[in-house]
């Protein structure tokens, strides 16, 4: 069988007794790119965090599964070690420890000890990846994310994506703050990624990150759930037209979580 | 109760000291009346933190220590200090209150570098020694542990750069206290004279986990002149010894001495760091990392008083709280009046890995002077679950984050440390004090 499957059902939410989403149904399989858009504050990073853990968020019901096993039980180091990876939004800023330090410990958390990667190794790994994404070889030796423009932060994240080859990738608007030329560079990443082995699922606002990056399917969200689903055709849509057709096929008046259908 | 008021030692005892160590007569009369000062002086009091049930007054005095014939000989305990492949041309090693090993290159000795252990030094430079000793920066009568120290001094060196001697190669000086039981009251006195440079790195050592002692250590720099001193230390008193430990530094004009300090001990210490910026343009940045664990209280105090005109002071303060350690951090910048155009910064930053570490920065500036620039920044905080998050999402497991955060926090002033293999050994030291 070809890779892992993603398995999200009747997933609720709540971030500090505030319920966010309301029953989120979504499967990712190996080999699949999914697309997630939405106007803001509809849950869709609230979907990524409970996905990986974020300690805010707190899981009130529903399952999510990463090949049988139970992703909610897991810590967030297991759920990365399992095959799962997350792009923020918003990475963290870590003083005094540079990139380069963490990769490595990142490639290292995934070996048997005693089988650490050799310095030269991942070096040599390191900087293909840097070549390939454009990235600035001094990054490496900056503290992790520290002072980093936001179009450098995505393009590290990319980095580590392209470094820790996980199953399944969520990558929340890792197209945000990006110039034209780092847009291509980081869909040239994504899709150097593409193979039966990997499925992921692409949060974003805007329809020229999907022209890089052909997703298989696309859903929106609304209120704290996917309201609705289609093929590639669905973002070019939204592009044109907006959210108001969907809204007003669904009868939503407010698309915020805060509201209900 | 009441300060133990009895002193360990007596007016005969230390006659008898200072006469065995063929010392000048200055130095004897100056140790008898320290002596007697020590009786009568009170004890230093450091800001919140109560001294006055800590042991200084329970240790034995006097203990040699066997010489090394060479390098090989080094034992397990000290061989992390340094790198044996590349041993410094320039060492120090002073074993209880011998010096066990010594080498000083010849291109320095031609220059008229003096380093020296300071007994030697008494003998031998007694008139330079002199000069400085206990003069420009510390005072034998600031309290009873300075009279106590200056009384019962029993080890230390002496480091001399003459005039227009810029010295590129570290010069590096371990203090081991091999005997659980012997006390240190070692004095450091390092002098650049006009227009001369070195850098100086300093390791205090011991094991004495279950045996009770004191360190009561006064190192004096004196940067003249245009002069720049640069200055490391990784102090590591085991448990069992009680720490006073007081550096300063002088800076006369175009003067700088930089400072970045391991404070890693493990027992009851008050450590002062001040800097006199005495000259127009003098220069310091005083950059120190602490971890505290067990029960051990610590004092710790970051100070640069400025007098010269445009006079530049920098404080950066790190520390770990962990287990039941509790420390407080005093930041203080001092402007007097007439130092005009100076700038005084500060920042102190306390880590607590526990719910019952304790920890206190108190950032102060006193001004005296209204043409100066100065700030302050402080915080005591936790490690930051969002920093933890990140890192754990990319299969790095809780304990390795948090190992990967704190070295980070600590970094700022480890990577200062000016050589590679005492860096590597700060940050073993730190490895085994937090985990
Ligand atoms: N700490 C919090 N307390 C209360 N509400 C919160 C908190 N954090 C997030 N929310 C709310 O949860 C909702 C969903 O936020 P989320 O970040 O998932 O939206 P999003 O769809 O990713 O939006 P965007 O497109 O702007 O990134 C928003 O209304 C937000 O204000
Ligand atoms: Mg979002």
Redesign the interface.
């Known amino acids: 069988m070809a890779g892992s499957t993603l398995e999200i059902k009747n997933l609720h939410v709540s971030i500090e007794g505030k319920e966010i989403l309301k029953g989120v149904n979504l499967t990712i399989k190996g080999g699949e790119f999914h697309a997630v858009m939405g106007p803001n504050g509809t849950g869709k990073s609230t979907l990524a965090s409970a996905i990986?853990?974020?300690?805010k968020y707190e899981i009130t019901d529903g399952s999510v599964h990463l090949d049988g096993e139970d992703v909610l039980e897991m810590?967030?180091?297991e759920?990365?070690?399992a095959g799962l990876?997350?792009g923020?939004q918003y990475?963290?800023e870590?003083?005094?420890?540079t990139t380069s330090?963490?990769l490595r410990?990142?490639i290292n958390?995934?070996r048997e000890e005693g089988d650490e990667i050799s310095l030269m190794k991942f070096i040599k790994e390191m900087d293909s990846v840097l070549d390939f994404l454009e990235i600035d070889k001094n990054m490496a030796q900056r503290?992790l994310n520290e002072g980093f423009s936001g179009g450098e932060k995505k393009r590290n994240e990319i980095l580590?994506l392209m470094l820790?080859k996980p199953e399944i990738a969520i990558l929340d608007e890792i197209d945000s703050g990006l110039d034209i030329d780092a847009l291509k560079v980081v869909s040239k990443g994504i899709n150097k990624l593409r193979d039966d082995n990997f499925g992921c699922l692409i949060i974003t606002h805007y329809q020229r990150l999907l022209n890089y990056i052909t997703p298989d399917h696309v859903h929106v969200m609304m209120q704290g759930r996917v309201v609705k689903s289609g093929g590639p055709e669905l973002a070019q849509r939204l592009e044109a037209e907006g959210y108001d057709w969907i809204k007003e096929e669904l009868g939503i008046e407010d698309e915020t979580v805060g509201q209900n259908a | 109760m009441t300060v133990e008021t009895k002193l360990p030692y007596d007016k005969s005892y230390v006659e008898n000291y200072s006469v065995n160590q063929n010392e000048p007569a200055w130095m004897k009369e100056l140790r008898l009346q320290a002596l007697e000062q020590a009786e009568h002086l009170e004890m230093p009091k450091p800001d919140k933190t109560k001294i006055n049930r800590w042991n200084f007054t329970r240790f034995k005095h006097g203990a040699e220590g066997e010489t090394f014939s060479s390098l090989k000989e080094l034992p397990a305990e000290l061989e992390e200090f340094l790198d044996k492949d590349n041993a410094p041309e320039n060492l120090l090693i002073q074993r209880n209150n011998s010096v066990a090993y010594s080498t000083l290159s010849k291109e320095l000795r031609d220059k008229g570098v003096i380093f020296t252990d300071i007994f030697t030094a008494l003998k031998e430079h007694g008139e330079l020694v002199q000069r400085y000793y206990m003069k420009d920066a510390v005072s034998v009568d600031e309290h009873r542990l300075t009279a106590l120290h200056a009384a019962l001094m029993n080890g230390g060196i002496f480091v001399h750069v003459p005039k227009n001697v810029q010295i590129d190669v570290p010069i590096q000086t371990i203090f081991w206290q091999e005997d659980p039981e012997a006390a240190l009251f070692n004095h450091v006195l390092v002098v650049a004279e006009e227009n001369s440079s070195l850098t100086y790195v300093e390791n205090y050592i011991s094991q004495n986990q279950n045996e009770e002692t004191v360190a009561n250590i006064v190192t004096e720099v004196i940067a003249q002149d245009n002069a720049k001193i640069s200055f490391g230390a990784v102090d590591n008193f085991a448990s069992g010894t009680t720490v006073y430990n007081n550096r300063r530094g002088v800076a006369y004009r175009d003067a700088t001495i930089d400072w970045a300090l391991g404070q890693m001990n493990d027992g009851n210490t008050v450590s002062e760091n001040i800097t006199h910026l005495i000259g127009d343009n003098a220069v310091s940045n005083a950059k120190t990392v602490s971890v505290g664990r067990g029960k051990q209280i610590q004092n710790f105090t970051a100070k640069i008083v400025h007098f010269g005109k445009n006079s530049e002071g920098h404080i950066l303060q790190h520390g770990v709280m962990k287990e039941s350690a509790t420390s407080i951090f005093n930041g203080i910048g001092k402007i007097e009046h007439g130092a005009s155009k100076s700038n005084a910064e500060q920042e102190s930053r306390v880590l607590m890995l526990s719910e019952k570490a304790r920890g206190d920065a108190n950032p102060i500036l006193l001004i005296d002077e209204d043409d100066v620039t100065a700030g302050h920044a402080a915080s005591v905080g936790r490690v930051?679950?969002?920093?933890?998050?990140?890192?754990?999402?990319?299969?790095?497991?809780?304990a390795?984050?948090e190992r990967?955060?704190i070295?980070?926090?600590?970094?700022?002033v480890v990577n200062q440390l000016p050589i590679e293999s005492v860096k590597n050994q700060l940050t073993q030291v730190i490895e085994r004090k937090v985990y």
């Open positions: 990986m853990g974020h300690p810590e967030v180091d759920r990365a070690r990876f997350l923020m990475p963290s870590i003083s005094g420890v330090d963490f410990s990142s958390a995934r503290y580590q820790l | 930051d679950p969002l920093q933890l998050y990140y890192l754990m999402s990319r299969g790095i497991s809780q390795e984050a990967l955060i070295h980070g926090f600590l970094a700022p």
